[in-house]
């Protein structure tokens, strides 16, 4: 589940398509003319900050992954040479930081999906 959709699953939010400037135009008309849920969603974001915040122990577990990961590929780079242009596999860290990451209780979507306005 994306971010968006866990954080107004519990009325925090309101989302848009990333990219998509006339829905984020529409749904700026609509939250600057509704005080009453501008301020539901308000008082529902501090519950439904759980629900996709990582514990800090968490980000450095993640940080780990995605820096051991960033350092695998500059090393299989620099060991395939310059003319090598086969694609790269990804580590398992990546494997496993992939299938982690997203959904509830994750933190972030996936980069180009739904984006989330916290109210």
Known sequence: ??????LAAHAACA?????????????LRD????DARLRRMALAAP??????S???DTWADRLDLLYASMLHRQE???ARGPGDHRPEAAPVED????RANF????????????HAMKG
């Open 1 to 6: 589940m994306l971010l968006c959709e866990t």
């Open 76 to 78: 299989t780079r620099e």
């Open 103 to 114: 959904g509830p209780g994750r933190g972030h979507a996936p980069v180009g999906h739904r």
């Open 31 to 34: 939250l600057a003319g509704d």
């Open 47 to 52: 519950a439904a900050a759980s629900l996709v």
């Open 54 to 56: 990582l514990a800090p």
């Open 15 to 27: 989302g848009f398509r990333s990219g998509n400037t006339d829905a984020l135009a529409a749904l």
């Open 95 to 98: 494997q496993a930081m992939d």
